[in-house]
Nanobody, 127 residues
């Protein structure tokens, strides 16, 4: 069982930045694909970004179109951490952000493919 804990959420103005962190337990976490999803009340969980497991030279990253060029997903396997750097934030980025891990090396954009989930951290972007 892998346990994930998100942190780093908060309230920012449009155009601001936040860095979300996902702290993970588990000896095999470094091989797991990790993704960030977000969800607003009454909405389905939305894919944001994913990063593959394995060696850093083979990391694969993918982002949903709405965050490309603004968000960056990264990981530090030595610390069992995954990050989401969010720049140029927009009001529509407001959501609870979840990190999720899959036992496969390369993840997908489907929440059904992820086995472990954190509790989420709130991101609010408003004036």
């Amino acid at each position: 069982q892998v346990q994930l804990v998100e942190s780093g959420g908060g309230s920012v103005q449009p155009g601001g930045s936040l860095r979300l962190s996902c702290a993970a337990s588990g000896r095999t976490f470094s091989s797991y694909a990790v993704a960030w999803f977000r969800q607003t009340p009454g909405q389905e969980r939305e894919f944001v970004a994913t990063i593959s497991g394995g060696r850093s030279t083979t990391y694969y990253t993918y982002y949903t179109d709405s965050v490309k060029g603004r968000f960056t997903i990264s990981r530090d396997n030595a610390k069992n951490m995954v990050f989401l750097q969010m720049n140029t934030l927009k009001p529509e980025d407001t959501a609870v952000y979840f990190c999720a891990a899959s036992r496969v090396v390369v993840g997908s954009g489907s929440p059904n493919d992820y086995d472990y989930w954190g509790q989420g951290t709130q991101v609010t972007v408003s004036s």
